[in-house]
């Protein structure tokens, strides 16, 4: 048996991945009370939304009015996907940005606009301001295994890829199964080598759960020696440039398996299913609901 770390942290995701491929458009004052209320479940770092195009993204259109109006609580992440993301994120005294591109080239032309190549280039000087800024920056790696346009992404691609943002000096890499098509081999695989020649770098797994295979994963990634997961409160989530994407790994349920293997996360279980319950009726089609509560509920 391998040795299981003593604590965890959980990045909540819910209040931007969560909430951000919603077609219908969730008040403010209840995106803020949904953050508010997972605050208090003691989950101490969490994205809150993101400075994208509002015609893109809908939903995120409120996000100066997010970060303005929260308490900061921790390490608060806001996603910006350019320059003009981040200035307007520095604007509402964001100081913790999180850039996001994929591996595969399609699904980047489909997400921002840019082929991975050239969302690269203008992402260098972008982060290279931010850095000397003094600023945490998260660099998101979608489709890290598969892509829903091109298929299963090369171990070696992503690895490259997240070098080129460990030579810009970021400060965490957060890794994304972007369509939950990933397995505990393919998870532990690519941890494993990521945590070997990236050491210095905070490293954050990022899982869907299209087929239910997300806490498996996490097990994995565990095992690969990695103690940062995001999650979403419910189990919302998903990127609307995804095709297939479904929410991410619901936090009660990663928060209720740690917990019960001995992995402290601080986070209260049942204040996170309330915090859920906030947004839940206002989510349209089907919700994923985190298997904790499904259990609960019996
Ligand atoms: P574009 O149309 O190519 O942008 O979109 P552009 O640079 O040509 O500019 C066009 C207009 O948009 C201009 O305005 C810009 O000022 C404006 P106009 O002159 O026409 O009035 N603009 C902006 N406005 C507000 N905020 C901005 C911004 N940038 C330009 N930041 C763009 C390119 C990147 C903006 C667009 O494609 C976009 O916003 N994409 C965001 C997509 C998105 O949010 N995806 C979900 C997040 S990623 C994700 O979920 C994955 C993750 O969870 C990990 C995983 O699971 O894989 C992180
Ligand atoms: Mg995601």
Redesign the pocket.
């Known amino acids: 048996m391998f040795s299981l770390p003593n604590n965890a942290t959980i990045i909540e ?1 819910g209040p931007r ?1 969560g909430l ?1 491929n919603e077609k219908n458009l969730i008040e403010t004052n209840v995106k803020l009370n949904f953050i508010k209320c997972l605050q208090d479940a003691g989950i101490i770092e969490m994205e809150l939304t ?8 809908p939903q ?1 259109a409120d996000a100066e009015k997010i970060v303005k109006n929260i308490t900061k609580v921790g390490r608060q992440f806001v ?4 320059a ?2 981040v200035e ?1 994120a520095m604007e509402n005294g964001a100081d913790a940005i999180a850039v ?1 591109v ?1 591996v595969s080239h399609t699904f980047n032309k489909k ?3 840019k082929n991975t190549d050239e969302a690269m280039d203008s992402l260098a000087p972008v982060v290279a301001k931010l850095k000397e800024q003094g600023k945490f920056v998260r660099a ?1 790696i ?2 890290a295994f598969y892509c829903p346009y091109e298929g299963k992404i090369e171990v070696e691609d992503t690895i490259s890829l997240c070098k080129v943002f460990a030579s810009w000096g970021v400060d965490e890499l957060s890794v ?1 199964d ?1 369509i939950g098509m990933a397995n505990p081999v393919e998870s532990y695989t690519l941890f494993k080598r990521l945590k070997e020649e990236l050491p210095n770098l905070l490293l954050t797994a ?1 899982f ?1 759960d299209t087929r239910k295979m997300a806490l498996a994963n996490i097990y994995a990634a565990l095992q690969a020696g990695v103690d940062r997961f995001d999650t979403s409160a419910g189990g919302l989530g998903g ?4 095709k297939g994407a479904t929410g991410n790994v619901a936090t009660e349920d990663v928060v209720h398996m740690l917990e019960s293997i001995g992995v402290h996360t601080g986070i209260d279980v049942e204040k996170v299913c309330e915090a859920a319950k906030i947004v839940e009726p206002l989510i349209s089609g089907t919700i994923d609901s985190g298997q904790f509560r499904l259990f609960k509920q019996k």
């Open positions: 995701v991945d951000q993101s400075f994208v195009s509002p015609k893109w993204v995120m996603l910006a996907p350019n003009t993301g307007r996001f994929g997400n921002i606009n998101c979608s489709t994304a972007t990022h869907h990127c609307p440039f995804a």
